[in-house]
């Protein structure tokens, strides 16, 4: 595998990479909803969107993770698209809200210009479609590519900000 190259990120722009987990497996025992592991279709799902994410030059710099299995699991499988991302475990991306995220994102680094945040439903899909402006349905394994002429990611997602809806990656 060739190493992906970002797609041009132009001075002063911020991209955000919305990813919803892949499609997990209710029915696996498993002891709380933290620990649901992906199923047979996420597993096979997930990396198709990585490989997508990547041939369009949409490579994060760093990646913010839910720390649930399915989140973990959905990393692992994309992973080898993006090679030289850091990668992060937060327990607060774990259902966060839109607030939630903004204080996460107080916390990326200054200089960071394409970030993926990945984690879940209701909160992604609530996130997306007030920073777009428009309803955008996050599914499973679905990758929202946004972008905004902001100095850092806290202020491209403050209150009242709008960011320009690229493209929404499906594994379809």
């Known amino acids: 595998m060739s190493k992906p190259r970002n ?26 909803d933290h620990e649901r ?4 279709r996420g597993k096979r799902e997930a990396p198709v969107v990585g490989k997508q994410l990547a041939e369009k030059g949409y490579v994060p710099e760093l990646v913010l993770c839910s720390d649930s299995a399915r989140t973990s699991e959905t990393y ?22 839109i607030g939630e995220v903004r204080a996460v994102l107080d916390k990326v680094p200054a200089g960071t210009q394409s970030l993926m945040l990945l984690g879940h439903n209701p909160g992604w899909e609530d996130m997306v479609t007030e920073l777009a402006g428009e309803p955008v349905e996050m599914k499973t394994a679905n990758a929202a590519v946004l972008e905004a002429d902001a100095a850092t990611f806290a202020e491209a997602i403050a209150p009242g900000k709008r960011m320009r809806l690229v493209h929404v990656v499906t594994p379809k």
């Not at 692992?76 to 809200?97: G, Q, T, V």
Request: aromatic share 10%; charged share 30%; no cysteine.
């Open 7 to 32: 797609r041009d990120v132009a001075p002063g722009t911020l991209r955000l990479i919305v990813m919803r987990h892949a499609k997990s497996d209710w029915h696996t025992g498993a002891q709380t």
């Open 76 to 97: 692992d499988r994309i992973k080898p698209y993006f090679p030289d991302a850091r990668i992060e475990y937060l327990r607060d991306l774990y259902h966060a809200s």
């Open 37 to 40: 592991p992906l199923n047979e």
